[in-house]
């Protein structure tokens, strides 16, 4: 088999269920399977996805929600025991395929250089202003003064020129085809025997940075990936994980700063004290957001509402 999409749905069936549709209406290649891991621990994929009758779809239920790591390595798994495919496609469930032939395209890419394991289109966050082209897509692998930057708002400011090497802002708009390190967790293809050979994903992160983990593995065997601009995918960024910019949850900052620790710890040799240092940015960081998110932004929603109320009445 060519190819296996690997999807992990987690209570946005109907969204999963998008997902895999858009998958095969868009194959060109007929050679392709598709695995959807259920974290649900309710049948929703079962449910939902089951409503798309084809034998190439391939539903797994989990016992218990194991994260977006070990949930992907599951379906790998699965995918190479069921069809032994040459790559797997990592798909968020919050992800469509819009163009005919866009992973076969992505598979194409790859085969053009030869130091190349994986690829990835544009991924369009359709809420974000700009042309997708000038959003960025792709980072070099952090070091710990990329993520302690990364994730204070202050320090971008300050370190603003570190900043945008890490993000590969010169690259920016994206026009030409473009080696690179870290790929986006939304949606990327990785040649199967190199995923397999690499162990995959890293189970103890749950969610967030495994992207990270994945990378650095790829490059530590001195591979690369690839971006093809003239290929994008639609993300309706937030919609897998209930994670809105205007509606914050801390279930969401708590995973991406134990992800962000671990690897710190154990990717890059992060000692104790720098680890103290990043949790604590972290913390004050996400808590403003935070705070700003659920306050004040409420209160300026609940004010918008009141004078739109009384601008009607009038």
């Known amino acids: 088999m060519r190819y296996a999409v690997l999807i992990v749905n987690y209570r946005c069936a109907d969204r999963t269920r998008n997902a895999v549709g858009s998958v095969i209406a868009?194959?060109?290649?007929?050679?392709?399977g598709v695995v959807v891991v259920d974290n649900s621990a309710g049948g929703d994929a079962h449910q939902s996805v089951g409503k798309i009758h084809d034998g190439r779809v391939h539903i797994v239920d989990a016992d218990t929600n194991l994260g977006f790591g070990a949930a992907n390595n599951l379906a790998a798994k699965v995918a190479q025991e069921r069809w032994r495919p040459d790559y797997f496609v990592i798909m968020n469930p919050d992800v469509e395929i819009e163009q005919p032939g866009t992973v076969e395209r992505l598979l194409d890419t790859i085969a053009e250089d030869p130091c190349?394991?994986?690829?990835q289109p544009l991924v369009w966050n359709s809420r974000v202003p700009g042309l997708p082209s000038f959003h960025v897509q792709v980072r070099s692998i952090p070091t710990y003064a990329d993520i302690l930057i990364c994730e204070s708002i202050v320090l971008r400011f300050i370190f603003r020129d570190a900043f945008r090497r890490y993000i590969m802002a010169d690259k920016l708009p994206y026009s030409?085809?473009?080696?690179?390190?870290?790929?986006s967790g939304a949606f990327f293809v990785i040649s199967a025997?190199?995923?397999?050979?690499?162990?995959?994903?890293?189970?103890a992160m749950f969610l967030y940075g495994e992207e990270f983990v994945i990378g650095k593995k790829v490059l530590d065997i001195g591979k690369w990936f690839v971006l093809n601009p003239n290929l994008r995918v639609r993300h309706y960024q937030g919609a897998s994980t209930g994670f809105e910019y205007q509606s914050a949850k801390w279930d969401m900052y708590r995973h991406r700063i134990s992800s962000n620790?671990?690897?710190?710890?154990?990717y890059l040799g992060t000692s104790h004290t720098?680890?103290?240092?990043?949790?604590c940015c972290m913390?004050?960081?996400y808590g403003l957001r935070f705070v700003y998110q659920t306050t004040f932004m409420r209160f300026l929603r609940r004010r918008?509402?009141?004078?739109?109320?009384r601008d009607t009445a009038a």
């Open 26 to 32: 868009n194959a060109t290649d007929d050679i392709f």
């Open 116 to 119: 190349s394991v994986g690829a």
């Open 176 to 183: 030409d085809i473009l080696p690179f390190q870290v790929p």
């Open 193 to 203: 025997t190199v995923f397999l050979s690499i162990g995959g994903f890293d189970d």
């Open 261 to 266: 620790l671990y690897f710190c710890r154990h």
């Open 274 to 279: 720098k680890c103290f240092v990043l949790l």
């Open 283 to 285: 913390v004050m960081s």
């Open 304 to 309: 918008v509402t009141t004078v739109s109320v």
